[in-house]
């Protein structure tokens, strides 16, 4: 309803010409929206390699799609640009995240089970260590040929290792109950949750994330990872002291809080650019906690 009407009047003239001369409708009028931007450039690069680009989702976040199903209507509130790829049994979703970059997601249709594409390693032969490629590695045309292939090899390829079980038997399961395949249901001992969590992170693209060999602790390379298991919410003093830490070593810090942040820690690890999840000891699961890791968690699609 707040569309300008001279953008609409635009919209319908370019929707008019392209039917009267039997022709497509020019980009980025043809994905529904008004302006060009990184989605729709690689929405065009995807489409001009033979890949089928069901939608593309910019600044227009309300529209109704024919899918294999029927008509429906996708909804991505925000987190910045999406776009979806028909792929034989499976879709794949590439998100253009205002912080992370780059994300592919795919959904297993068939075996219900979700995974994300290591761009890292599919671009530059160096596998990740959090999720996401920053927009200013890569263009829109050097993803989209990275993807083909990737895209091509989904058809007959076996899922990874590093999958997650929506585990309510639907098609798309709700992404706040995502587990490891085998996982959902069993018990989780609270004191060794670590290998149900690392085998999340690791889905969720932290690729050197790992447990210890009795399942007590977490390690990793690129971050400094720190539990924080009091009643408690984590608040800003001792947040500044885990990030001084992970300086020290120099890491990235990553932080699991069962009693979540304070309003000036979640700024704080915001502005840091640091991962902070919320953690159930119960389940062994773990939640997005500040706007990086809500960013990485899978959406319910």
Request: proline residues 8%; glycine residues 10%.
């Amino acid at each position: 309803m707040r569309t300008p009407p001279e953008t609409m009047a635009a919209a319908l003239r370019e929707r008019a010409l392209a039917v009267a001369e039997g022709r497509p409708q020019t980009s980025p009028w043809r994905w529904n929206e008004a302006d060009e931007s990184a989605i729709t450039r690689l929405a065009d690069a995807l489409d001009a390699r033979g890949v089928t680009v069901e939608y593309a989702v910019a600044a227009n976040r309300h529209r109704a799609v024919l899918g294999e199903g029927g008509y429906e209507f996708p909804r991505h509130p925000g987190q910045g640009e999406v776009l979806r790829v028909r792929v034989p049994g499976k879709r794949v979703w590439v998100f253009l995240r205002p912080g992370l970059g780059w994300l592919v997601d795919v959904h297993d249709q068939e075996r219900q089970l979700v995974w994300r594409v290591d761009l890292g390693e599919h671009l530059f032969g160096e596998p990740g260590t959090a999720p996401g490629l920053t927009a200013d590695r890569v263009s829109a045309v050097e993803l989209a040929d990275a993807l083909v292939p990737v895209l091509k090899g989904l058809e007959e390829a076996e899922p990874p290792t590093t999958v997650l079980d929506p585990g309510d038997g639907s098609l798309d399961g709700r992404a706040d109950q995502m587990l490891p395949p085998g996982a959902a249901g069993a018990p989780v001992d609270p004191d060794r949750p670590c290998v149900v969590v690392a085998a999340q992170l690791n889905a969720l693209g932290f690729g050197d994330v790992r447990a210890s060999g009795d399942g007590a602790e977490l390690a990793s390379d690129a971050f400094h990872i720190a539990w924080w298991r009091r009643s408690r919410p984590l608040g800003l003093p001792d947040l500044k002291r885990l990030y001084a830490d992970a300086s020290v070593e120099g890491k990235g810090l990553l932080v699991l809080s069962e009693p979540g942040l304070t309003g000036p820690a979640e700024e704080f690890v915001d502005r840091s650019r640091s991962f902070a999840f919320r953690f159930d000891p119960r389940r062994g699961h773990v939640f997005g906690g500040n706007q990086l890791t809500q960013e990485a968690m899978f959406e319910e699609v």
